[in-house]
């Protein structure tokens, strides 16, 4: 879209060179004809030929410049998910292969760079007259190309924005919201079905039905894919809503899952356009463990942040949006994941001083595949394929199915592996340091 967008603003000063050559060289061949008679019509036909061809050539630079776009788009998007993601490549060692794809990209689009007279009586006045006449010509002629080009361009970019502006807009009646304050009711869901493409058998989210009272915390939890995140997406309303009913009481605040942050300072981005109250402040800072980060910065909260946060950690990124969601007076937070962005101890500190305290008060959702976060909840819903397949407390569902059951069983045994293999590391290292001393 930025692209289009450029193209379109230097279109303006190509605006009025359609027109303005047409003009050119009517009155450059007018002038002609007076001063050569027939022998213009030879310049006539000449230009009319140059003219012609233009007119195939700029439809197919059309068709040239919309696939180059789209191989361009392709290019730009695995470019950017490779730069994003840049920590996850290196740690399963996938750069080669991405490196690979990108590399293929590229040459598919430099592949689509690549394709792409009468007799007359002369005297002094007439070839001096002639000669600025065709001077007069050149420059429109030598602009017509451009003017060809630019208007391909711009067609092409008014077409993509054309079609970007006419996708349905979200479905103003998939949520119902209820006058603040008007309801003990936060949130309520009967028989929700939603899905993402409303032409699909299959919708994302299928029989959804629970219900929120205010200051309940939510727990969600399932396997990767199972449709956490999507549950989230629909209370929001951004997910179209195919058949049930939704309703919603109160304000929302969501933290999602990779953390946005805009160029700004870090007071900025905290306060998100707030007034500034300077004792919620410093209990928002201190409840997302921020203090020691704000010292350890040469400006403290006035540091200034790059493009997309470049000069802070993932786990900075994420605490500054997790505190920008808890200095908002809300009634309603829902949280995609927050916790997996930062190590355990931090975790754990955010988990009981931000949502267990700060947020005490308040509706809370949270996704999470931290066993330990969940015995807290006072409800707890557990994702599968698309459905709630288990809802309840914690020791009530963790005897009543195997779906719970398979995800806290998974979470013990990871953390057994971990435990068996730092025992395995400092036995190791024992017996190194031992045969050392032995050696000595």
């Known amino acids: 879209m930025t692209v289009d967008a450029e193209r379109n603003s230097e279109f303006s000063w190509y605006m009025h060179d359609p027109w303005m050559v ?22 006539l036909v000449a ?23 789209a ?18 490549l290196k740690l399963q060692g996938w750069e080669i292969k991405f490196l690979s794809k990108i590399v293929d990209l590229r ?12 007799r007359i009586r002369l005297d002094s006045g007439k070839i001096l007259s002639a000669l600025a006449t065709f001077r007069i010509l050149q420059a429109p002629i030598y602009k017509l190309p451009d003017v060809i080009a630019m208007m391909a361009q711009t067609k092409v970019s008014i077409d993509r924005i054309s079609s970007f502006l006419c996708f349905d807009d979200l479905q103003s009646d998939v949520i119902e919201k209820l006058p ?28 959804i039905s629970f219900k929120m009272f205010h200051g309940m915390r939510v727990a969600v939890c399932g396997t990767v894919g199972s449709g956490k995140s999507s549950l989230l997406s629909c209370i929001l309303g951004e997910i179209p809503k195919i ?54 910065l040469s400006f403290g909260d006035q540091t200034v942040i790059g493009e997309r946060g470049i000069n802070l950690s993932g786990g900075q990124k994420q605490r500054i949006q997790i505190a920008r969601a808890g200095y908002q007076d809300s009634d309603i937070f829902l949280f995609d994941d927050p916790f997996s962005a930062v190590d355990a101890h931090t975790g754990s500190h955010l988990f009981k001083e931000c949502l267990l305290g700060l947020l005490s008060s308040k509706t809370i959702i949270y996704v999470t595949h931290q066993v330990e976060f969940l015995t807290t909840a006072d409800l707890i ?14 020791n ?21 592996t971990l435990t068996a293999t730092e025992a395995v590391q400092d036995e190791n290292t024992s017996s190194s340091e031992n045969d050392e001393k032995s050696a000595s």
Request: hydrophobic share 40%; glycine share 8%; charged share 25%.
């Open 22 to 43: 047409l003009v050119q060289v009517g009155l450059a061949l007018l002038i002609l004809y007076k001063n050569l008679g027939l022998a213009a019509i030879s310049t």
């Open 47 to 69: 230009t009319i030929l140059v003219m012609l061809p233009s007119l195939p050539l700029g439809k197919l630079q059309e068709n040239y410049e919309e696939k180059q776009m």
């Open 71 to 88: 191989l361009k788009d392709a290019r730009m998007k695995a470019t950017s998910e490779a730069l994003t993601n840049m920590r996850i």
């Open 107 to 118: 040459k598919t689009e430099a592949g689509w760079l690549k394709k792409y007279l009468y």
């Open 180 to 207: 603040r304050g008007s309801s003990d009711t936060a949130i309520e869901i009967v028989d929700g079905n939603f899905s993402w493409d409303t032409t699909s058998q299959n919708p994302t989210l299928k029989d």
């Open 243 to 296: 058949s049930g009913s939704l309703k919603l009481c109160g304000k929302t605040a969501y933290v999602a899952q990779s953390p946005w942050i805009q160029s700004g300072k870090i007071e900025e981005n905290i306060l998100f356009g707030k007034e500034m109250e300077r004792e919620r402040y410093e209990r928002v800072l201190e409840a997302c463990s921020l203090k020691k980060d704000l010292e350890i």
């Open 381 to 394: 819903l557990v994702m599968k394929d698309g459905k709630i397949s288990q809802a309840g407390k914690y």
């Open 396 to 416: 009530d569902i963790l005897n009543s199915g195997t779906d719970f059951m398979e995800l806290v069983g998974a979470h013990k045994e990871a953390l057994s």
